[in-house]
């Protein structure tokens, strides 16, 4: 059984900066890719961004591009998610999850089988 604990949400003003961090129980954290996911009240959970499960590739959702940077600590079994120039609409509970299949990557929610228990992030403006 995996565990995924996120923390590092907050409330911040509009152009500051935060870091969620996501900590990774259980011996397999390096074959797997990550990722993070969001929702905001009354909408769908989104993709945020993915990592692959060395770090060589990383995924993007446009509205973030530029702003966010994911990575991981294969030895601290901890993925990271680097959130800068905030704005009011990046507001949501933001959750980590673990890829469904060794070695693989993907950016739809359902490809992903373990998740955290959410975060949240607000952003004033």
């Known amino acids: 059984q995996v565990q995924l604990v996120e923390s590092g949400g907050g409330l911040v003003q509009a152009g500051g900066s935060l870091r969620l961090s996501c900590a990774a129980s259980g011996r397999t954290f390096s074959s797997y890719a990550m990722a993070w996911f969001r929702q905001a009240p009354g909408k769908e959970r989104e993709f945020v961004s993915a990592i692959s499960w060395s770090a060589e590739f990383t995924y993007y959702a446009d509205s973030v591009k530029g702003r966010f940077t994911i990575s991981r600590d294969n030895a601290k079994n901890t993925v990271y998610l680097q959130m800068n120039n905030l704005k009011p609409d990046d507001t949501a509970v933001y959750y980590c999850?673990?890829?469904?299949?060794?070695?693989?990557?993907?950016?739809?929610?359902?490809?992903?089988?373990?998740w955290g228990q959410g975060t949240q992030v607000t952003v004033s403006s």
């Open positions: 999850a673990r890829y469904s299949r060794a070695l693989r990557v993907g950016v739809r929610s359902s490809e992903y089988d373990y």
